[in-house]
């Protein structure tokens, strides 16, 4: 057996397994010791993955998301499709669009906005909050969130 104090102490990381018992009654095994991801476990407790990305735009360009958490294990890729209107397609996992929260918020005299389309199409939109219309500038601090709920 081995002594728990023994053993250093660190920061878990997503990937690091936990050993753990997974209640069941199989009739041959019962409550069998299993390892479990430390991902995985959040997930389960949260009830959620995200997808959340700072965004910067200026010009007809998409927008250049900087991600800063991603663990629904799908890529999220952007387009622009005119001016302030621009285009998030997920691809690599199947979203329920009954399941989707999603927070935005854009910096300086500007608001955006979004929705999901289908599961696969989130579309976004930036205008001016002065009533100017669509807008092509995502200032620094303008972030979204897709929430993914199971």
């Given at each position: ?31 069998p ?32 998301p ?60 930036q ?19 897709f929430?993914?709920?199971?």
């Amino acid at each position: 057996m081995a002594i728990i104090s023994s053993y250093p102490t660190v920061v878990a990381e997503a990937n690091d397994l936990l050993i753990g018992t997974k209640v069941t009654n199989t009739g041959t095994i019962i409550n069998p010791t299993k390892t479990f991801r430390v991902q995985e476990v959040v997930n389960s407790a949260l009830g959620y993955t995200v997808y959340t990305a700072g965004l910067i735009n200026a010009g007809a360009t998409a927008p250049t998301p900087n991600v800063l958490k991603n663990n629904t294990g799908g890529t999220f890729t952007w387009s622009r499709t005119s001016t302030g209107l621009f285009v998030v397609t997920i691809a690599g996992i199947t979203v329920d669009t009954t399941k989707v929260a999603i927070f935005q918020c854009a910096n300086a005299d500007l608001n955006i906005g979004a929705r999901i389309i289908n599961p696969t199409t989130i579309n976004v939109e930036q205008f001016s909050s002065g009533g100017g219309g669509y807008v092509d500038i995502m200032a620094a601090g303008t972030t979204i969130e897709f929430r993914i709920y199971s």
